[in-house]
Every structure is written in structure tokens, then in C-alpha cells.
């Protein structure tokens, strides 16, 4: 499944953009750029669009993602014999890093950021609108082109884990330097409450349950009913309905 | 509009492949075979190139056309697109991918119009800058990390795990050694090799 590497998906999807709508859509990221500045987020959190980025952000499974405009004349041409092309339309090209599968990447953004998403693919031409998400979702299919190859530097890690691994050195270096030197008695109480305060950062990397690479496994093996029934010998009969299974 | 993202820099370039065949084999086959054949993770050839969060290649053999009254749209030529995050700035990143894979681009971009070879470093950036689109809206999940500050905090908190699980019982004073020994050991930890966490 060359579209994954690990719990990453590469997504991929050219969109043409409307004759004389390119303006448009350079309108569209200026204002989620300007959306995205902290004053703004700050005094105009109420405006939907403002409020549309601070979601994306909090939706926390894209790795990266960027649109790119696609020029009629941006589609190289070496010569060598070989003609050079000029399309009718320029396209809006979609490139994302997500964690998950590619319906809910679509649906969570149909569903949390429907404004934001109306802004950008609204000069596009066919682009139905984010709701209902089933026409969405046809429209992203039908533009959607598969990955030949895809790498990532950490593939058993969700943007989750990332966050909250990067958020754990931080208040790791912290408590240690404020720890430094206490008394043992203190320290561990001072421990404890790190441990809570951190006990959301210490999530567990792995392989996702539809992973590609055949010499991980897909999931923990099934237990025998002997392997439970030894597990759980303190029930009698449980362990010796297993054994006789 | 912009390539970059705090350290990291989104790179997308589009090039031509050679139209007709080698062997009686299209150029877009032989392409899309070759990147068929590429290991990845650990394994994988973009391990090997320094400060890559991302990349990958995909061809375009021709664009979809919209429903009528949308006009139908071709190319005549297919294109191979590659795309990468990494931490920038360009110009290192190329002379990095031209120093450690030099076989594996050549093999690739071999198959694209206009590719002068990986014994040609700066007319390979040359190459790349022709073929780049810039990325007019760019977003990353956690800015300011590089890959490194990536695996190694990934490390950190699949040992800090351990780490809890293994010391739950410990009386206090055994409890404040072992954390001490245990931020030693973190850091003198080599960085985890890419692709492997």
C-alpha cells in the first residue's frame, strides 16, 4: 500500500481551478495566513474563519499538508523533442501527512472545518462544498492521485504521540532541574505529580492495526485459549476449560 | 506564500517523463516500477538523507476531467511529482539527496526529460528549481521540530514508560537514583536511526 507508510497516509489531489479564479484562491490562503497570526487569534477568535484554524490545529493528525497553485505554465518543459503542456486550467494541488484513513481525514475536516474548506476549493470547478459529505467525498476521490512511493522518518507515530513526546523532554528538563536537589521523601511526591501532569504526553508508538509492512504484525497474535487459561490460573475453571480446549 | 514551515521546508517539484519507451517498455512503466521495488522505513533510501520528515513520489499520467460544463483537460506528456518535508534549507537538502542516494535519484529521475545526473550536483539544484512549485499555504503539526528532535523525544517517551512501569514500587531514595540514572541514560542515547520509531 504505497499511500502508507506505517500509521501515516499520503494523501495526493489536483483540483482545476475556475478560469480567472486563481486571484481567488490566492485571496483565500492570504486570509487563513492572516487568520493564523497569534493577535488575531487572540482579539478575533469569534470569526469563523479564525476559529476554523485553531481547529485544523487542534485536530491534531496532520503531520504536513500544503496547497500548492499549479500555473498553466508551471508544468516544466525541457524540449528534448518532447511538446511542452498548457493545460486549460490551473490546479490546486493538496499534498497531507495525516494519521488514519483517508474518510475520516475527509469527513473530520467536512465536519470541523466546513468554512475554511468552502474558502479554498469554492473557486474550483466541480468542488460540491464540504456538506454533504458524501458528494465531498466522491469529488475527493475522483481527484485524488495514488502514491508510488512514500517514506516517513517516524512511522509508527500518530502527530499525537510527536506532540505530546516533544511536549515530555520539555517538562522533563524542567522537572529535573527543579528536583535536582531535594530531599528523596520530597522528590517522589513531586514525582507523582509530575507523573500526572505529563500522564497525557506518554501515549505508546506501534504499528497501526492496518500496517504495510509485512514483517510487522498487523495485530498481537490471537491468544490461545491455553496461553489464556495459563494467564488466569487463579480461576480453576476457567484454566481448565482452556486446557481441555 | 511560502516554502517553509518554522525549520521545515516543503519542497514540490513536477517533471516531465520521457515520452516513448526503452526497450519496447514505456519510461512511466519502468518508473513506476522502480519506485515499486524501493525499500522503506528504516530500510528505505530518504533514511540515509539527513533532516527528511517526508517524501514521496507519485506520477501523473494525465488530468481528471470535471463533469460537463467543466472543459475536458490533458497533458500530453506524464509527470512524476516528488514531494518532501525536511529541514531546510533547499540547496543542502538537494546536496544531501546528490551525496547519499545518487543511485536511487539517477535510477528515478533517469526516467524524466531534462535530469543531468548526480555527477552533476549543481546542475541537479538547477534541475530541481526548474521543476519546483512553490507551496502557496504550508502547515505542520509541530513546528520547530527537526527530525532529530523527533525521535529522539519518541525515544525519550517510550523509555519513560518503561521507566514508570519498572520503578512503580521503588521505596523514595531508590526512586530519585534511578530517575538520575535514567536522565544519564538519555542523554548519551544516540538518536534513534530514521524510520525506525
Known sequence: MPNLAGKSYAFNAFTPIGRGRVLLVRLAFLLIRIASFEIVQKLLYKISLVADQQRLVDLSFIHFARWSIVRRRNWPDFGNGQPGDSPVYAYLLFASNFNGQWE????????????????IWNPCVGYPGAKPITRFLGYIRQNQFDTDYYYSAYPNASTTDIRGALDLVAQLESFAKRTQSIAPTQFKQEFD???????????TTGPAPWADDPDEPIMPPTPTPRAIAAETTHEPELAAAGASA | MSNRFGQAYG????????????????????????LAKLPTGRHGPFARVDGTHTARWFVVDDLVSEAIPARQDHLDSRYLVFI????????????SLVESIPDVIDSVWSHCVGYPGSHRPLAVLDYVRDCQVNTTLYFGGYPGATVDDALRALFVQRSMIEFVEQTRSLPSGELQAAFRRFRDRMEKAPTPAPGSM
Open chain 1, 104 to 119: 475520516q481525514y475527509i469527513d473530520a475536516f467536512s465536519a470541523v472545518v466546513p468554512g475554511g474548506m468552502n474558502l
Open chain 1, 193 to 203: 505529580r509530575f507523573l500526572i501532569a505529563v500522564s497525557g504526553d506518554l501515549s
Open chain 2, 84 to 95: 518532501a518535508d525536511f529541514d531546510g534549507p533547499l540547496e543542502q537538502y538537494v546536496s
Open chain 2, 11 to 34: 519542497l514540490t517539484t513536477i517533471s516531465p517523463i520521457i515520452d516513448g519507451r526503452t526497450d519496447g517498455v514505456y519510461h512511466a512503466q519502468l518508473l513506476r516500477a522502480t
